[in-house]
């Protein structure tokens, strides 16, 4: 019972991580690209209020099951010491700052007042920082650089993977006009933003492993797949940037069409990775 609670808390774990920073991310994508995707608008906001309904409950969910993980079975779910154990720690503010961060997308999902622009800005920084407090990064001895570094790394990601399904509905649905401004300009960013996401997320590895030899632990081997993850990632965004991206704008037929199952291929991977890092946080250890 204790293995099947542990596989249940890491998967929740990573379906947390999936609809969190898709509802950020979405709303980051509208935020940056808001005159590109005026013909999606509505769609985005549908996609971040479902994504940010789903996290409020898994993170409710998780919440439950982390005592039931304490105690080896189900129990734990109504044993109101492990319960206190559980909200006494450093997972207690996470998880308050992360539901306080999809609270207020799933609130704002459906407003059109001036202030849901800020109102999304601060959710996703609260949903960023909601993952940089707790955890084996919170625990280590590597202080604010280690901190700084968590964060520039999910901010990447966020970005990143809460703009792959806005910019398939912009592919299907979207005027040509804007489908070429919104790839161009998410093009510009994400050369900055992936090489703060690769180098950060390795500098924050080497951090926690100190050695190459830490590698062949089950940690190692983990932070080995999210990083054989990432290189898939990154060879498709660079045909997505540097093939697909101007045979769109140059009008190329197909080109569109091939480019959705890109980033569809790209979803599945950072699924992938989204596993792979819920599994290595809940289940194992650096040291």
């Known amino acids: ?3 099947a609670i542990d596989i249940a808390v890491a998967c929740a774990r990573a379906a947390v991580f999936a609809a969190s920073m898709q509802a950020a991310g979405a709303a980051l994508f509208l935020l940056l690209f808001k005159r590109r995707s005026a013909s999606i608008d509505g769609s985005v906001r549908s996609l971040i209020f479902r994504s940010a309904g ?3 409950v898994l993170i409710l969910a998780r919440s439950a099951l982390e005592p039931a993980r304490m105690a080896g079975d189900l129990s734990g779910v109504v044993d109101p010491f492990l319960q206190s154990l559980f909200w006494g720690s450093d997972v207690r503010v996470a998880q308050t700052v992360r539901l306080a961060g999809v609270a207020l997308l799933l609130v ?12 999304w800005a601060l959710a996703v920084a ?3 920082a909601s993952f940089t407090l707790m955890g084996h990064t919170r625990a280590h001895d590597g202080g604010v650089a280690l901190g ?3 964060t520039l790394h ?3 990601v966020v970005f990143w993977f809460g703009a792959l399904v806005p910019l398939v509905l912009l592919l299907r649905n979207g005027p040509a006009e804007a489908v070429v401004g919104a790839l161009g300009d998410f093009s510009r960013l994400a050369v900055w933003s992936v090489p703060v996401l690769l180098g950060a997320g390795v500098a924050v590895a080497w951090m926690l492993l100190g050695s190459f030899d830490a590698l062949t632990t089950p940690y190692g081997i983990l932070l080995l797949v999210k990083l054989a993850g990432f290189t898939g990632l990154l060879a498709l965004a660079a045909i997505n ?3 697909l991206t101007p045979a769109v704008a140059a009008g190329v037929a197909h080109a569109a069409i091939v480019m959705r199952r ?3 291929i790209e979803l599945a991977l950072m699924a992938l990775v989204f596993v792979a890092t819920a599994f290595l946080t809940t289940l194992f250890s650096p040291s």
Not at 108 to 119: D, I
């Open 108 to 119: 704002t999902a459906t407003a059109r007042q001036p202030w849901t622009g800020t109102a």
């Open 262 to 264: 890109l980033i569809q």
């Open 241 to 243: 940037r540097f093939r």
């Open 154 to 156: 999910l901010a990447a």
């Open 148 to 150: 700084l570094l968590l």
């Open 54 to 56: 789903v996290a409020a």
């Open 126 to 128: 609260l949903v960023v």
């Open 1 to 3: 019972m204790g293995a």
